[in-house]
Nanobody, 130 residues
Framework: QVQLVESGGGSVQTGGSLRLSCEAS????????MGWFRQAPGKEREGIAV????????YYEDFMQGQFTISHDNGKKTAYLRMNSLKPDDTAMYYC???????????????????????RGQGTQVTVSS
């Protein structure tokens, strides 16, 4: 059974940085694509970024504008989300998600679907104060 555990959230001031981590277990022998999405109180889930580990290909939602960086350590089965220049609008619960990787061409077509990945963690809270 795939399990995802996020860590690294916390409280920072505007302009600060955080690095979130997501450790996966139960993925032995399979290639899993991972990504991040967030949800603020009273708002819809919002996809952030995804990564295709075999090629290290990444995709970011347009609103990121270079603010966040996703990466992956295959050996540690861990995905990361580096977040810079944080603003109060970035305050949300951040979730890691995963799915068994499809063919790369199919992944490219479905890159915006991280909020629908079948596996997700419990989330880590990020709070940015002004």
């Amino acid at each position: 059974q795939v399990q995802l555990v996020e860590s690294g959230g916390g409280s920072v001031q505007t302009g600060g940085s955080l690095r979130l981590s997501c450790e996966a277990s139960g993925t032995t022998g399979s290639n899993y694509c991972m990504g991040w999405f967030r949800q603020a109180p009273g708002k819809e889930r919002e996809g952030i970024a995804v990564i295709y580990p075999v090629t290290s290909s990444t995709y970011y939602e347009d609103f990121m504008q270079g603010q966040f960086t996703i990466s992956h350590d295959n050996g540690k089965k861990t995905a990361y989300l580096r977040m810079n220049s944080l603003k109060p609008d970035d305050t949300a619960m951040y979730y890691c998600a995963a799915e068994r990787c499809p063919k790369f061409s199919d992944w490219v077509r479905r890159r915006t679907g991280v909020t629908e990945y079948p596996y997700r963690g419990q989330g880590t809270q990020v709070t940015v104060s002004s």
